[in-house]
């Protein structure tokens, strides 16, 4: 503090010893510091105006011109506001360029909709090129000939090049005089894309015909192959950047400052390279800055964290706004010193002549675009004649142009009285079309209804601002409750949060609607068909608003797959492919959703199979296996994704206060795709690639627990557990960490045959040396769709394990209808059947990777290892009773899984020759043959043989044969050979089962019955136990 004080002290003795020295003056301030106060000094003034254009709704851009106006008009009056702007204003027409349009029209192509952009694509480009020609040479017509300027002001190429000059709209001014005004999103859009093609456009047409002004001889094939080469050759080097932009944004781990520099850089780079840097032909800036925008918005967006791309979105919103403030504020000052202030040669008449310049210029506009209007209507989204005349009316003109007339007006090698009109025409209708038109477009956009929502908009609208007030009421009486808010006046409380305005607007809008309806039943009564109509206009009224209800799901589910991108439970592209999905459904809202059909026509089986051909061939294979992983990573990825924002949406259904029935239809279009979507998840996706099902499934949780960690840090910052040092180490290693896991290509490696068996329930009691020894002369084969892997009648020597893919077996002789998956073994019923004949027929319905087992070999292991053997009679048995099905009955009418619970529930035995048994409770005779036997269960002695064979070959009527389903007695029976049974523990659950599925065939309800399925089954395992 002494220090301080002391300090002080000796400035103020200092400052009085210099009272003499000489003050600096305005003249005495460098140019650098007057441009530095003119750039800061108007941002100011922005903002005032800024706050102006809120409260007033007085149009943005055309205040900044006309204040501009004044300033430049004023200039030498202002002090050193006024040397600030006369500095500023000397600078070089191509430094405007140079400085304001990448910002401009990056800003403009990266916040473009790419969906949109691709739709409306035909129509932009009509309007950006043949439209732009077309008006170009009307305006070059209107110069000669109805404003009658002989060739000592304009000749024909220089009328032509100054219609180009007034060809090209103003991207920043156009955009926001409709966002305040309103305008339809898709016009916008429309509008939006055509500004940013028409600077391009005109930019193009402007190089030529300037040059042709300058004396370059041209012939046609000249000038068409220029136009060529900078189109092709700015499109491209745009693309160019674009690619490496997004290559390196991928290798970021979220750094939203390297992220912000990199745009900066390469939108200032293409410019300026496309327009300086000698490649051989000329290259547009422009359109590489388009091309360079619109790649980074479809490509490269998605590649951007979510914290990163609001930094960006943050920063280009301001750059645009401080741009857009410099721009027309500089305009105007430029108009106003050079065209008004500076002495030219500008005469009474050229002002009226500026204004029926102004008039023309509104009529060819409108022609050359209702010449395009049979396309026009039928391309994109198509066009009205009211949307016409508001692309007629908001062709504004400004600071671009002004730029184009101020490079003429440099040029000392022009006539002067030729460069004095140019600028002043240029700068004149800049000036009328911002101020005049820029104010009343607004009002045109009403007037032609533009900007009306529909009746369904407003009622929904009014739900909301009802249910909102609910909510604030609730919140009222919540706080009341409260020991440090009781005392609050509830009603101040409910006034300063907007309650009564919200009340006040949802009755404005249902007096409004009844007013809209009463004046319709009153037109309605004039009309004999009233019933008829009244009729019609419901059906009318349902479908309007079940199309604004499923357009409500669908940004909702746009919304879902967002939150789904930014806490990374998918990838870029799968998000790029959900949103275009969602984005076509909204284009058909009047149709019921199908962005299922939209997302598998996306899968090409073809393409797959492809690389699946050419993934094991030499050097190409890498290549190859890495995009096939890539591929179906990416379509696993978009198909859960899709199946999870689809579940998310519905429970959240319940939040949505529309009529009940069309809500439910809704609710049914979204279960419609889900289930397909699910169907081929399962039936497809996962059989056929489980080893992407795996790794997605662990690059998900390894984003979670991420994502957890991250918002533990944060918490822990909060607390003060962890200081900013900890907590930015941490962050980062987390923020590699998300890298790394994004960049995660894993080996394209299936599991061993020997580790699947190992861990296959089937196998479970064999070593591994049985396995391998199992596996002894085995074959691995690959199939595509529809291919047949094993017929029904050909010899079986082989039965196969499904490695990869799916399939369908069935048989044309028995009931057997199944699918076989991932992992299973077919037919398994050949290692005990009778029949040394497929009994089955096995048909892939994707690819299959199969490994093919002797079947020999695995019955030598059955019989060394009893467990085993029992485990294969025990999956067999189900199959068996529909290929043997006449020999099985009743339990051949039960459902598979009816089947597998009873013979889950029985015993497995073996029985020696001789030995009698007993079937209490009935039983199954797998293998060998009984016959009626004594009572008694002790083996027969060697000496009664004889005896029991002679009474054998008399007893052949009553033997029974293998696969024979034995109904409950208690008479013994003789195995006559080595047997093995499977003894019923409960022949009730079987009987039950077979009458449950009888009252299901004969159409009856079950539930309306005593007992239910699942009541049966609870008696029955009861019973069993």
Avoid at 443 to 448: R, V
Avoid at 513 to 527: C, D, F, R, T, V
């Amino acid at each position: 503090m002494y220090i301080c004080k002391t300090g002080i002290v000796l400035l103020l003795i200092r400052i009085g010893q210099c009272q003499d020295l000489p003050i600096p003056t305005s003249q005495d301030i460098s140019g650098t510091a007057l441009s530095m106060f003119f750039i800061f000094f108007f941002l100011g003034i922005g903002s005032f105006m800024k706050e102006i254009n809120k409260k007033l709704k007085i149009p943005f851009s055309p205040m900044l011109f006309v204040l501009g106006l004044f300033f430049g008009f004023y200039w030498d009056s202002l002090g050193i506001i006024g040397q600030s702007c006369k500095k500023v204003s000397e600078i070089e027409p191509i430094g405007v360029l140079l400085i304001f349009l990448p910002t401009l029209i990056y800003e403009s192509g990266y916040n473009f909709d790419w969906h949109l952009f691709k739709r409306l694509f035909a129509q932009t480009t009509i309007l950006a090129f043949p439209c732009v020609i077309i008006l170009s040479t009307l305006l070059q017509l209107s110069v000669k000939v109805i404003l009658n300027y002989g060739d000592d002001y304009f000749t024909w190429e220089s009328a032509f090049m100054f219609g180009a000059m007034l060809s090209c709209t103003d991207t920043v001014a156009v955009l926001a005089l409709l966002k305040e005004s309103g305008a339809q999103k898709k016009f916008q859009s429309l509008i939006e894309g055509e500004s940013l093609l028409n600077d391009g456009a005109c930019v193009m047409l402007f190089q030529i015909s300037y040059g042709i002004v300058r004396g370059r001889s041209a012939s046609a094939f000249d000038v068409g192959s220029l136009f060529f080469t900078l189109c092709v050759g700015g499109t491209l080097i745009g693309l160019v950047f674009g690619m490496a932009c997004v290559y390196w944004i991928r290798k970021i781990a979220n750094d939203e400052i390297l992220i912000l520099n990199i745009t900066i850089v390469s939108a200032f780079l293409v410019y300026f390279i496309s327009e300086n840097v000698d490649f051989g032909v000329h290259i547009s800036g422009v359109l590489g800055l388009v091309s360079l925008s619109l790649f980074m918005a479809a490509f490269g967006r998605s590649r951007i964290s979510h914290e990163a791309d609001h930094a960006l979105r943050e920063f280009w919103e301001y750059v645009v706004f401080a741009s857009e403030v410099i721009i027309f504020i500089l305009g105007g000052i430029i108009a106003g010193i050079r065209v008004f202030k500076d002495e030219s040669e500008i005469t009474q008449l050229d002002f009226y002549k500026m204004i029926a310049l102004w008039w023309c210029l509104m009529g060819c506009r409108f022609i050359s675009i209702a010449v395009f209007y049979p396309w026009l209507k039928k391309l994109g989204y198509g066009l009205s004649w009211s949307q016409i005349l508001v692309l007629t009316y908001g062709g504004l003109r400004g600071s671009i142009g002004i730029a184009f007339a101020l490079i003429v007006a440099k040029d000392e090698s022009l006539p002067t009285k030729w460069r004095d009109i140019i600028l002043f025409h240029m700068s004149g209708i800049a000036v009328c079309t911002l101020v005049v038109n820029g104010t009343t477009l607004s009002l045109l956009i009403k007037l032609l209804g533009l900007s009306t929502q529909s009746d369904i908009r407003e009622k929904i609208y009014s739900n909301f601002l009802t249910k909102l007030n609910e909510e604030i009421e609730y919140e009222c009486k919540k706080n009341n409750e409260l020991k440090y808010l009781k005392e609050a006046d509830v009603e101040y409380v409910k006034t300063l949060s907007g309650y009564k305005v919200y009340q006040s607007d949802c009755n404005k809008i249902i007096d409004k609607l009844a007013k809209h309806e009463k004046a319709q039943k009153e037109i309605q009564m004039k009309n004999i068909h009233q019933p008829l109509m009244d009729e019609e206009e419901d059906q009318e009224l349902d479908q309007n608003l079940l199309t604004e209800i499923r357009r409500i799901f669908l940004m909702a589910l746009k919304g879902i797959y967002m939150e789904q991108f930014e806490s990374n439970q998918c990838s870029p592209d799968t998000i790029i492919l959900l949103t275009e999905s969602a984005n076509l459904d909204l284009d058909n809202d009047k149709e019921p959703m199908n962005s299922w059909e939209f997302l598998q026509s996306q899968f090409s089986e073809r393409y797959i199979n492809l690389l699946f051909y050419m993934k094991d061939r030499f050097l190409i294979g890498i290549l190859a296996r890495n995009h096939l992983f890539s591929y179906i990573y990416t379509i696993y990825d978009a198909v859960s994704v899709y199946i999870e924002a689809i579940t998310i949406l519905k429970e959240e259904a319940s939040h949505y206060h529309f009529s009940q029935n069309l809500l439910l239809e809704i609710l049914n279009e979204v279960e419609d795709n889900k289930k397909s979507a699910v169907s081929y998840l399962e039936g497809y996706l996962e059989v056929s690639f489980p080893e992407i099902s795996r790794e997605l499934h662990t690059k998900k949780a390894a984003f979670e627990i991420l994502e957890f960690e991250k918002s533990v840090l944060k918490n822990n910052l909060q607390s003060g557990q962890l200081n900013d040092k900890e907590f930015l180490r941490m962050k980062r290693n987390i923020d590699k960490k998300m890298k790394n896991l994004n960049d995660l290509n894993p080996p394209w490696q299936m599991p061993s045959l020997v580790d699947i068996l190992t861990q296959h329930e089937l196998f479970k009691s064999l070593s591994q040396s049985n396995i391998l020894k199992l596996l002894e002369g085995s074959r691995e084969d690959s199939f595509g769709r529809d291919q047949l892997i094993f017929k029904e009648g050909d010899r079986a020597n082989e039965i196969c394990i499904i490695t990869r893919g799916a399939g369908n077996e069935f048989s044309d002789r028995s009931k057997i209808r199944e699918r076989r998956t991932l992992n299973e073994v077919t037919p398994i019923y050949m290692l005990v059947a009778p029949s040394i004949r497929y009994q089955t027929s096995l048909v892939a319905d994707c690819v299959i990777n199969a490994t093919f087992i002797k079947i020999q070999h695995m019955q030598t292991i059955m019989k060394q290892i009893p467990e085993f053997e029992e485990a294969i009679w025990r999956t067999s048995i189900p199959l068996l009773c529909r290929v043997y099905s006449d020999h099985l009955k009743p339990l051949c009418n039960l459902k598979m899984n009816q089947i597998t619970e009873v013979v889950s529930k029985s015993v497995f035995q073996k029985i020696k020759k001789n030995q009698l048994i007993r079937f209490e409770q009935g039983g199954i005779l797998l293998k060998g043959t009984l016959c009626e036997g004594k009572e008694s269960i002790q083996e027969a002695s060697s000496e009664d043989e004889d005896a029991l064979k002679s009474q054998e070959e008399e007893k052949d009527s009553t033997q029974r044969d293998a696969l024979c389903l034995i109904s409950p007695t208690s008479s013994p029976l003789r195995a006559r050979t080595g047997i093995i049974v499977l003894l019923f523990k409960q022949y009730q659950l079987l009987e039950q089962y077979n009458q449950l599925n009888q009252n299901i065939n004969e159409g009856g309800k079950f539930s309306n019955r005593r007992s239910s399925k699942s009541d049966l089954q609870k008696r029955s395992l009861t019973v069993i136990h």
